[in-house]
C-alpha cells in the first residue's frame, strides 16, 4: 500500500521560498508509471496544479506560476520536493502531493494522495 | 490552456435521490485523460473516476462516470449519506497545464 507523507515548514514569510517534501512508502519514486505531482487547495477554494515530476527528472508545471516553481526527486531516499519562490498571501493554500498513474494513451487518474499540509505566508 | 466548467455549483439532494453532476471543457479533452474526485472537508481528495468511466479501486458501483469530446457526467444512482461532498473534474489531456473544475457540491436538502 503506497502511502505518501508531506513535511515543511508551516509558516513562510512573504518574499521567501516555500520548501516541501514529499516521502513516498510503500513504494518506489523510481517506478516507471508515474508522476509525482504537486496540488493545492487555497483556503475555501478548488484544486490548483503546480506541477509533476518524472523519475528521471522529467517535470512540467503550471505556467500560471511562472518560473517560481522547481520540483526535484530524489530517487535515494524516495522523495520528491517542491519549491515555491518568491512567494506571497495567495500562495497561502493546503499543499497535497499525489501519484498521477499514466500508460501510454492516458492515465489511470492520481490514484494516491498526501493527507496535505497547510502553508501559511504571513510575515 | 483546457478550462472545466462543472456545474451546478450547488446540488441540494436527499439521500436515496440520483445526482447528475456536469464538466464541460473548453475544448475537446481524451476520455482517457479525464477523472473524477470526491472531497469531504479536512481530508484529500479521494479518486472516484478514470478514464471518463472507469471506476477506481474499492469504488462503489452508484457511482458511474460518462461522456466524450468536452461534456462528462457523474452520476451517482443513490444518494448515500457519506456521498455529500465536493466533486471535481480533471483533465490530463492538454498538459500543461493538468487543470481541475471548479467543483459540484452535493449538500444535503
Known amino acids: 500500500q503506497v502511502q505518501l507523507q508531506e513535511s515543511g515548514p508551516g509558516l513562510v514569510k512573504p518574499s521567501e521560498t516555500l520548501s516541501l517534501t514529499c516521502t513516498v512508502s510503500g513504494g518506489s519514486v523510481s517506478s516507471g508509471s508515474y508522476y509525482w505531482s504537486w496540488i493545492r487547495q487555497p483556503p475555501g477554494k478548488g484544486l490548483e496544479w503546480i506541477g509533476y515530476i518524472y523519475y528521471s527528472g522529467y517535470t512540467n508545471n503550471n505556467p500560471s506560476l511562472k518560473s517560481r516553481v522547481t520540483i526535484s526527486v530524489d530517487t535515494s531516499k524516495n522523495q520528491f520536493s517542491l519549491k515555491l519562490s518568491s512567494v506571497t498571501a495567495a500562495d497561502t493554500a493546503v499543499y497535497y502531493c499525489a501519484r498521477d498513474h499514466r500508460w501510454v494513451r492516458g492515465s489511470y487518474g492520481m490514484d494516491v494522495w498526501g493527507q496535505g499540509t497547510t502553508v501559511t505566508v504571513s510575515s | 490552456e483546457i478550462v472545466l466548467t462543472q456545474s451546478p455549483g450547488t446540488l441540494s439532494l436527499s439521500p436515496g435521490e440520483r445526482a447528475t453532476l456536469s464538466c464541460r471543457a473548453s475544448?475537446?479533452?481524451?476520455?482517457?485523460?479525464l477523472a473524477w474526485y470526491q472531497q469531504k472537508p479536512g481530508q484529500a481528495p479521494r479518486l472516484l473516476i478514470y478514464?471518463?468511466?472507469s471506476r477506481a479501486t474499492g469504488i462503489p458501483d452508484r457511482f458511474s462516470g460518462s461522456g466524450s469530446g468536452t461534456d462528462f457526467t457523474l452520476t451517482i444512482s443513490r444518494l448515500e449519506p457519506e456521498d455529500f461532498a465536493v466533486y471535481y473534474c480533471?483533465?490530463?489531456?492538454?498538459?500543461?497545464?493538468?487543470?481541475f473544475g471548479g467543483g459540484t457540491k452535493v449538500d444535503i436538502k
Open positions: 478514464g471518463a468511466s
Open positions: 475544448q475537446s479533452v481524451s476520455s482517457t485523460y
Open positions: 480533471q483533465q490530463f489531456s492538454s498538459s500543461p497545464p493538468v487543470t
